[in-house]
C-alpha cells in the first residue's frame, strides 16, 4: 500500500527550507551540518530526512525554488503595453520586491551554488541566465542604436544594473516594499540618465 502525505507536507518541507536558508547564511553551507538545521527547526535530523536525503537535497531544493519563482515572476509580467523605459523601471522595482524576505536565499545563492553537482548547477545557471537575458532584452529596447552589434556592451550594462539591485540587501537589511520602491527609482534614473538624471 502506498504510503499517504500528510496534509502538513508541504508547509513542514517549506519550513525546512526556510529556516535551512538561515543556517547556511549564517554559517556557510560548508560549515552547516543537518543537524544544525533539525535543532533551528525544531525537529529530529531523521525528520528531516524524511523530507530531504542530503544536505545537498536541502540546498538545491532552497535555491531551485527560489530561482525557478524569481524568473517566473519577472519573466512572466505582462509588460506588452509598457515603453521601453517603462518595462526596465517596472522590472527593477518587480526584482527589488521580489528579494524582500529573501535575503537568506539570496546569500546562499551567492555562495552555494559550486557545492552542488554539475547538473543541478546546470539547473540553477539555467534560471540565472533566463532572468538576465529577459533583462538583457530590456536593456537593448531601451537604446537599440547604443547596443547595436555590441553584445558585450549589452551583458555589461545588465550585469551593472543586477550588481546594483543584488547587494542592496547588505546595506540596507530592514529596507521595506516602499524603500525597495525609492532605491529602484534610483537605479532606473542612473541606468536611463547617468547621476544628472536624479
Same mark, same amino acid.
Given at each position: 500500500?502506498?504510503?499517504?502525505? !500528510? ?16 543556517? #547556511? ?13 533539525? $535543532? ?7 525528520? =528531516? ?5 542530503? $544536505?545537498?537535497? %536541502?540546498?538545491? !531544493? ?14 512572466d ?14 522590472? %527593477?522595482?518587480? =526584482?527589488?520586491?521580489?528579494?524582500e ?5 539570496? $546569500?546562499?545563492? !551567492? ?23 529577459? *533583462?538583457?532584452e %530590456?536593456?537593448?529596447? *531601451?537604446?537599440?542604436? *547604443? ?5 558585450? $556592451? ?6 551593472? %544594473? #543586477?550588481?546594483? *539591485?543584488?547587494? #542592496? ?9 516602499? !524603500? ?5 527609482? =534610483?537605479v ?11
Amino acid at each position: 500500500m502506498a504510503r499517504t502525505i !500528510a496534509k502538513d507536507f508541504g508547509e513542514k518541507r517549506d519550513h525546512i527550507l526556510k529556516t535551512a536558508a538561515k543556517v #547556511f547564511a549564517d554559517e556557510g553551507y560548508d560549515r552547516a551540518s543537518v543537524s544544525q538545521v533539525a $535543532k533551528a527547526c525544531e525537529i529530529s535530523k531523521a525528520n =528531516i530526512y524524511h523530507y530531504y536525503s542530503s $544536505k545537498d537535497d %536541502i540546498l538545491f !531544493a532552497i535555491l531551485e525554488n527560489y530561482l525557478r519563482d524569481l524568473r517566473d515572476r519577472i519573466c512572466d509580467m505582462p509588460l506588452e503595453d509598457l515603453s521601453p523605459t517603462e518595462r526596465l523601471q517596472t522590472t %527593477i522595482s518587480e =526584482i527589488l520586491l521580489a528579494y524582500e524576505g529573501a535575503d537568506d536565499e539570496h $546569500k546562499v545563492q !551567492a555562495m552555494g551554488i559550486e557545492a552542488l553537482s554539475t547538473d543541478r548547477q546546470d539547473v540553477l545557471k539555467r534560471y540565472q541566465r533566463d532572468l538576465v537575458s529577459y *533583462v538583457a532584452e %530590456i536593456v537593448r529596447d *531601451v537604446a537599440p542604436d *547604443v547596443f547595436a552589434n555590441d553584445d558585450p $556592451k549589452l551583458r555589461s550594462v545588465t550585469m551593472a %544594473i #543586477f550588481g546594483m *539591485v543584488n547587494w #542592496f540587501y547588505m546595506w540596507n537589511t530592514t529596507a521595506d516594499a516602499a !524603500a525597495r520602491m525609492a532605491y529602484a527609482d =534610483i537605479v532606473s534614473k542612473l541606468s536611463l540618465h547617468g547621476i544628472e538624471g536624479l
